[in-house]
């Protein structure tokens, strides 16, 4: 789902009463909100956002976990804070995520990650 609007017209707050909701679910796997206002603290750059988003999805679920670490494992690959952000999150993200592809779940019973701010960062 796609939220979209003018500044100021409540964006991030309906996002983070869904991420809210979510929690309280279970099914929020994971959530970054970016804050140009919260500078030094990670949320006002893009810049820690595939290591906070593999973390979170890490702690949630147990079997990305696993796949993140038999990706971090490969013998080629350089410390992922070397990387550019968009090899961060191919090593991080998507190819641990790739690799549970026939054992993540489908239908209503779907995982959620929930993103804020992407015209910030």
């Known amino acids: 789902v796609w939220l979209r609007g003018s500044p100021g017209t409540g964006k991030t707050a309906i996002s983070m009463s869904i ?16 804050d140009k206002n919260q500078v030094g603290t990670g949320l006002d750059s893009i810049e820690l956002f595939p290591s ?15 796949s993140l670490v038999r990706c971090l ?10 990387l ?8 991080l993200v998507i190819e641990p995520m790739r690799n549970l592809m026939e054992i993540l779940p489908s239908g209503k019973d779907r995982l959620v990650i929930v993103l804020d701010g992407l015209d910030e960062c």
């Open 84 to 91: 550019s952000l968009e090899k961060q999150m191919k090593a």
């Open 52 to 66: 906070t988003l593999a973390h979170q999805l890490a702690c949630f679920d147990r079997e990305f976990m696993m």
């Open 19 to 34: 991420a809210s909701a979510l929690k309280a679910q279970g099914t929020l796997a994971a959530s970054f909100f970016w």
């Open 73 to 82: 494992r490969q013998q080629d690959l350089q410390l992922p804070q070397y």
